[in-house]
């Protein structure tokens, strides 16, 4: 079946890049994406990937895509304390049409002084 | 333009009351969703609506019900509370939710809801 897995807690020092792992399962998905969510806010995209892609990268922001082995990762350069959230993984997956997407726990990212 | 609103933000119910969840979106979105989000667990799809008039059911459906009477309203509505229902849950919307296409959904805030 469908299932998105990540480590559920990273904790990083101010200035040091953060790098967030998952593994998904469902090879069909055409985009993958990465929601944030802040402190008692709902979630908000990130970023995303086509699957066609090896890499993404958006200012701080680097995505990573395994298809092969069904990795993805983002890597947080120059961490600041605002990155402080819990980063969610999100495959597509669904049938008759209908794109889903299916969420990991989350990880939840520290960043310290 | 306001987003994606949820009320109430917090509720406490008892076993066996009855709640609706509302949920408005001002973006002219067709796909609206409800997940459901427990502590170290990713989110799981309640219900979904493709548009007004359509719902379907998603992962977790049982103990809920929907209704899309209009574009901008989804309100989730939950009969004879269980403890297990206790949860934070999130409304969403996206312009398309059709496979194999880019699909960023928007969240509401959420509702933190306690069954006691």
């Known amino acids: 079946g469908e299932d998105v897995e990540q480590s559920l807690f990273l904790s990083v020092r101010e200035g040091d890049s953060s790098v967030i792992n998952c593994t998904y399962t469902d090879s069909s998905s055409t985009y993958l994406y990465w929601y944030k969510q802040e402190p008692g806010a709902g979630l908000q995209l990130l970023t995303y990937i086509f699957s066609n892609m090896d890499m993404k990268q958006d200012q701080r922001l680097t995505v990573l895509l395994n298809k092969k082995d069904k990795h993805l990762s983002l890597r947080i350069a120059d961490t600041q304390t605002g990155d402080s959230a819990i980063y969610f993984c999100?495959?597509?997956?669904?049938?008759?049409?209908?794109?889903?997407?299916?969420f990991g726990a989350g990880t939840r990212l520290a960043v310290h002084p | 333009n306001a987003g994606v609103t949820q009320t109430p933000k917090f509720r406490i119910l008892k076993i066996g009351q009855s709640m609706t969840l509302q949920c408005t979106q001002d973006?002219?979105?067709?796909?609206m969703y409800w997940y459901r989000q427990d502590p170290g667990m990713g989110l799981k799809l309640i219900y979904y609506s493709v548009g007004a008039g359509i719902t379907d059911k998603g992962e977790v459906p049982n103990g809920y019900n929907v209704s899309r009477s209009t574009t901008e309203d989804f309100p989730l509505r939950l009969e004879l509370a269980a403890p297990s229902q206790t949860s934070v849950y999130f409304c969403?919307?996206?312009?398309?939710?059709?496979?194999?296409?880019?699909?960023?959904?928007?969240f509401g805030p959420g509702t933190r809801l306690t069954v006691l």
């Open positions: 969403a919307s996206s312009y398309s939710g059709a496979a194999e296409t880019y699909n960023e959904q928007f």
């Open positions: 999100a495959e597509e997956g669904g049938s008759g049409g209908y794109n889903k997407l299916i």
């Open positions: 973006m002219n979105h067709n796909y």
